[in-house]
């Protein structure tokens, strides 16, 4: 029997277990505030950006909702940075990516103060990662742990092949995959669009996480029997829906599902584990910036 990964039940879980560190905090007079920064006007983007201000509200997080016009200089995004950066009430800042082409992202990302990088984007949190001393996780990577974790599957020994190495889930993946720790002690091969015979990579594995952004590019003949498969694909191809499309991950579900010990869906896997880890993170990012000890699920 392949076990479907249930990321909604598991990231409610995640929710209802920070409940206990929230009460720690409003205890102390804490609320844990997250700002939203947007810089488009892609409804995707604006989609993303009220619902994690809605898991905010749900979980007790005060969310401040920051947009930011398009067509501004840059310079505008970087002074509402700075200003929250100040903000004595902020523990959080995410910026939603991507922002428009005339704005150079690393300059945004270096200029968040580390301690509220609840993404964990910043050069100074993606070292304390590598180091193996991180102080917020990616959300979506750490979202991966978490879910192995809930399905009992240790990666200590495995083989485990990322297709994808983008700095925002193959990179961080690999390396808490890889980690001295609990959750890591994987053997890790990283593949992406240069590799040569994927296929052979990813039938070598035991867990293999896809994120590369290419709809259903991995089909059962590429896996073996037993593997545990976490699909982070988001992909809009053409349906007959009322949207007119549909979204499916990276993997071809069906097929895989005849080979995998354990898969996640698209969607309803990884992507609610995303949204969960941010709360985590500003939750932790609260606890540290007042001073509270709070304990995180
Ligand atoms: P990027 O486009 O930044 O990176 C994609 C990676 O996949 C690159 O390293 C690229 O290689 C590699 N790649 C592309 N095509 C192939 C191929 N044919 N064979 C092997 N490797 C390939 O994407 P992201 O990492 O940002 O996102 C990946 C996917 O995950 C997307 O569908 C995105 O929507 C989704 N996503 C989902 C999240 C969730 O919460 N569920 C969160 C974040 C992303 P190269 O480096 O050589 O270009």
Same mark, same amino acid.
């Given at each position: 029997?392949?076990?479907?990964?249930?990321?909604?039940?598991?990231?409610?879980?995640?929710?209802?277990?920070?409940?206990d560190?929230?009460?720690?905090?409003?205890?102390?007079?804490v609320?844990?505030t997250?700002?939203?920064?947007?810089?488009?006007?892609? $409804?995707?983007?604006?989609?993303?950006?009220?619902?994690?201000?809605?898991?905010?509200?749900?979980?007790?997080?005060?969310a401040i909702?920051?947009?930011i016009?398009?067509?501004?200089?840059?310079?505008?995004?970087?002074?509402?940075?700075?200003?929250?950066?100040?903000?004595?009430?902020?523990?959080?800042?995410?910026?939603?990516?991507?922002?428009p082409?005339?704005?150079?992202?690393?300059?945004?990302?270096?200029?968040?103060?580390?301690e509220?990088?609840?993404?964990?984007?910043?050069?100074?949190?993606?070292?304390?990662l590598?180091?193996?001393?991180?102080?917020?996780? $990616?959300?979506?990577?750490?979202?991966?742990?978490?879910?192995?974790?809930?399905?009992?599957?240790? $990666?200590e020994?495995?083989d485990?092949?990322?297709?994808?190495?983008?700095?925002?889930v193959?990179?961080?993946m690999?390396?808490?995959?890889?980690?001295?720790?609990v959750?890591?002690?994987?053997t890790?091969?990283?593949?992406?669009?240069?590799?040569?015979?994927?296929?052979?990579?990813?039938r070598?594995?035991?867990?293999?996480?896809?994120?590369?952004?290419?709809?259903?590019?991995?089909?059962?003949s590429?896996?073996?029997?037993?593997?545990?498969?976490?699909?982070?694909?988001?992909?809009?191809?053409?349906?007959?829906?009322e949207?007119?499309?549909?979204?499916v991950?990276?993997v071809?579900?069906?097929?895989?599902?005849?080979k995998?010990?354990?898969?996640?869906p698209?969607?309803?896997?990884?992507? $609610?584990?995303?949204?969960?880890?941010?709360?985590?993170?500003?939750?932790?990012?609260?606890?540290?910036?007042?001073?509270?000890?709070?304990?995180?699920?």
């Amino acid at each position: 029997m392949t076990e479907i990964i249930d990321g909604n039940a598991v990231a409610q879980r995640i929710r209802d277990d920070l409940g206990d560190a929230i009460t720690t905090l409003e205890a102390e007079a804490v609320t844990p505030t997250l700002a939203t920064v947007l810089m488009s006007d892609d $409804p995707a983007s604006e989609t993303y950006v009220s619902m994690k201000q809605d898991d905010c509200a749900e979980v007790g997080i005060e969310a401040i909702d920051v947009e930011i016009d398009p067509d501004a200089p840059a310079q505008e995004l970087y002074d509402e940075i700075d200003r929250l950066n100040a903000d004595d009430n902020v523990d959080g800042i995410l910026v939603q990516m991507p922002v428009p082409d005339h704005v150079d992202k690393q300059p945004v990302l270096r200029r968040i103060d580390p301690e509220k990088d609840v993404d964990g984007f910043h050069p100074e949190n993606v070292g304390r990662l590598v180091a193996g001393d991180a102080r917020y996780k $990616p959300c979506t990577p750490h979202g991966i742990q978490k879910l192995l974790e809930a399905v009992d599957v240790d $990666p200590e020994g495995e083989d485990a092949v990322i297709v994808g190495r983008s700095d925002i889930v193959g990179k961080p993946m690999a390396n808490l995959l890889m980690q001295k720790a609990v959750g890591g002690n994987a053997t890790v091969t990283v593949c992406h669009s240069r590799t040569d015979d994927l296929a052979t990579k990813t039938r070598a594995a035991d867990i293999v996480v896809a994120a590369a952004g290419v709809p259903e590019m991995i089909d059962g003949s590429m896996l073996s029997e037993g593997v545990v498969v976490i699909d982070v694909g988001i992909n809009r191809v053409d349906a007959e829906t009322e949207k007119g499309y549909e979204l499916v991950g990276d993997v071809d579900f069906e097929s895989a599902k005849q080979k995998a010990a354990a898969i996640t869906p698209v969607p309803g896997g990884v992507g $609610p584990m995303t949204r969960a880890m941010l709360l985590y993170n500003t939750v932790k990012a609260a606890g540290r910036h007042n001073d509270v000890s709070v304990s995180l699920p």
